[in-house]
């Protein structure tokens, strides 16, 4: 053993040792392929071997690692990815306290808060303006975590109604050619609403709500001339909005009101040469104290760690990409065009 190799150590229940290090270790052999550092576990103590730095940065993970296991929670694979990324900027005390905020429970008792800085930030934004942007790459929790806030606002009677929208936008298909009446035709496009509902407060509990006027899933079309008070508004999709239509909904907003307005500026679907509304405002209400703007990244992605490497390849990807050239106006032959 050379002088920059050091020994660390540090013991895990074994009521825990399963959670934290993983099905076949598979988290403690992540770490060690990370860090570059050599874990042996026995009689109940972990040994870490590598340089200072990295032992060190090992074992405050396997720490952080037990905590969360020791509250109850499962230990994920994103949990470590995090945990490693974290420790790579020097942050790593972070993590027991981005999950030690609980937002509120699914309907299956399972806590649903912040996984990341960036969602840990969302969450305070939208704990503290009346009016929040959530922009970032899909998998980051951004609808999720506003429906969470919305439904615990609606539980504690901040809010008295719940209003989720989102512009039917057809991404490839066409509205029209779809079977059914009008509602028959939006549904779809508001599913995912539906879903993170259903999990959150249960299928009873939403259809109850809904019936009452309690609960409304509605096209963003649907919002005009409507002057919404005290109630929780979700804008989902913003970024498939024109200017029109995010204006006509920022005017929309009445007295204690609270609002959420997602979307991915990078997955558009409106037309080729259509400007987004969420890109105009997030510039027009930018100086605005009362409006927050939170941008997520592909290091706030909580889904399949597989989703995180898409999301990265893509923003690489469109990085190197140049604009296409604008094609030259074609003129009449004999015929001079002129510039204005």
Avoid at 50 to 76: F, P, Q, Y
Avoid at 133 to 162: C, D, H, Q, W
Avoid at 280 to 294: H, P, S
Wanted: hydrophobic share 35%.
């Amino acid at each position: 053993m050379t002088g920059s190799v050091i020994e660390l150590r540090t013991e895990v229940p074994a009521d825990l040792q399963g959670n934290v290090f993983g099905q076949f270790d598979e988290h403690l052999k992540r770490i060690e392929r990370t860090l570059h550092v050599t874990m042996i576990f026995r009689d109940g103590v972990l040994k870490i071997l590598g340089n200072e730095r990295s032992a060190s940065h090992a074992k405050k993970i396997v720490e952080e690692l037990e905590a969360l296991a020791r509250r109850g929670d499962t230990v994920t694979e994103q949990n470590v990815n995090y945990a490693l990324s974290l420790a790579m900027e020097d942050q790593e005390d972070l993590l027991a306290e981005i999950d030690q905020d609980r937002i509120c429970n699914t309907i299956q008792g399972k806590p649903v808060r912040p996984k990341t800085l960036g969602q840990k930030e969302y969450v305070d934004q939208i704990r503290k303006k009346m009016i929040v942007f959530g922009v970032g790459p899909a998998g980051t929790g951004k609808t999720y975590l506003a429906m969470a806030m919305a439904v615990t606002a609606f539980r504690n009677e901040e809010v008295s109604r719940i209003i989720l929208t989102r512009p039917a936008i057809e991404a490839g298909e066409r509205l029209g050619f779809l079977p059914g009446d009008l509602q028959s035709k939006v549904d779809p496009y508001l599913r995912p609403l539906y879903d993170a509902l259903y999990q959150i407060m249960g299928a009873d509990s939403f259809a109850k709500n809904t019936e009452r006027g309690l609960i409304e899933v509605a096209p963003l079309a649907y919002m005009r001339g409507r002057t919404l008070d005290n109630a929780f508004i979700i804008l989902d999709e913003a970024q498939n909005t024109t200017p029109a239509q995010m204006k006509m909904f920022l005017t929309r907003i009445g007295f204690g009101s609270r609002v959420v307005i997602t979307g991915d500026t990078s997955q558009k679907d409106l037309p080729k040469d259509a400007v987004s509304g969420l890109d105009v405002a997030l510039k027009v209400l930018r100086k605005i104290e009362d409006i927050g703007v939170c941008h997520l990244t592909s290091k706030d992605v909580v889904r399949h760690p597989l989703v995180q490497q898409i999301v990265q390849a893509y923003e690489e990807y469109e990085k190197t990409q140049k604009p296409e050239p604008r094609p030259r106006r074609q003129t009449a032959p004999g015929r001079r065009e002129y510039r204005r």
